[in-house]
Nanobody, 122 residues
Framework: QVQLVESGGGLVQAGGSLRLSCAASGRTGSSYHMGWFRQAPGKEREFVARISWSGSSTDYADSVKGRFTISRDGAKNTMYLQLISLKPEDTAVYYC???????????????WGQGTQVTVSS
């Protein structure tokens, strides 16, 4: 089992920035790939970004490319998502996810965090 806990969400004005963190515990090791999803009110949960266990591979949704950066610190078992140039449409609950299979991090990861709210005011 892997437990994931997100932090760093909050209220920010459009154009502002935030950094989300996801701390992993349990059977972590360095072999789990990790990612971020988000769910806006009335919408389905959507993929945001993913990072391989080594950190050498990353992928982003088109809507966040150039504005969001995913990274991880293996020694701390922590993943980050740096959000800049935030827009009101980025408002959502952001979820951390992990899986031993990189491909599953596009839509069906095995492990999920509880989510952290990001609200961007116009």
């Amino acid at each position: 089992q892997v437990q994931l806990v997100e932090s760093g969400g909050g209220l920010v004005q459009a154009g502002g920035s935030l950094r989300l963190s996801c701390a992993a515990s349990g059977r972590t090791g360095s072999s789990y790939h990790m990612g971020w999803f988000r769910q806006a009110p009335g919408k389905e949960r959507e993929f945001v970004a993913r990072i391989s266990w080594s950190g050498s591979s990353t992928d982003y949704a088109d809507s966040v490319k150039g504005r969001f950066t995913i990274s991880r610190d293996g020694a701390k078992n922590t993943m980050y998502l740096q959000l800049i140039s935030l827009k009101p449409e980025d408002t959502a609950v952001y979820y951390c996810a992990a899986d031993s299979v990189y491909g599953r991090l596009l839509n069906t990861p095995r492990y999920w965090g509880q989510g952290t709210q990001v609200t961007v005011s116009s």
